[in-house]
Nanobody, 126 residues
Framework: QVQLVESGGGLVQAGDSLRLSCASS????????MAWFRQAPGKESEFVAG???????IDAGSVRGRFTISRDNGQRRLYLQMTSLKPEDTAVYLC????????????????????WGQGTQVTVSS
């Protein structure tokens, strides 16, 4: 059982930056594909960015050029650096992990991830 705990969310203004962190209880983070999803009120969960076990990265078009996913295997942490935040980025951001699936390509569907954190709220005011 892998436990994931997100932190770093908050209330910011449009154009600001935030860095989200996801602490993992996994002994070796590189054994897991990891991803960030977000859930806005009244909307379906959305894939934000993912990093495969091989280190390949995919991000959603809506955040490309503004958000960067990264992983620190030694610290057993996943990060999401968010810049140029927009009001439409407002959501609960969730960290996810999977030990199955493609080694090379990050999975982008919720059902591909077995482990989830509780989420951290990001609110962007205009």
């Amino acid at each position: 059982q892998v436990q994931l705990v997100e932190s770093g969310g908050g209330l910011v203004q449009a154009g600001d930056s935030l860095r989200l962190s996801c602490a993992s209880s996994a002994l070796s983070l590189s054994d897991y594909g990891m991803a960030w999803f977000r859930q806005a009120p009244g909307k379906e969960s959305e894939f934000v960015a993912g990093i495969s076990r091989s280190g390949q990265i995919i991000d959603a078009g809506s955040v490309r050029g503004r958000f960067t996913i990264s992983r620190d295997n030694g610290q057993r942490r996943l990060y999401l650096q968010m810049t140029s935040l927009k009001p439409e980025d407002t959501a609960v951001y969730l960290c996810a992990a999977s030990r199955s699936g493609s080694y090379f390509v990050p999975e982008q569907r919720r059902e591909d991830y077995a482990y989830w954190g509780q989420g951290t709220q990001v609110t962007v005011s205009s």
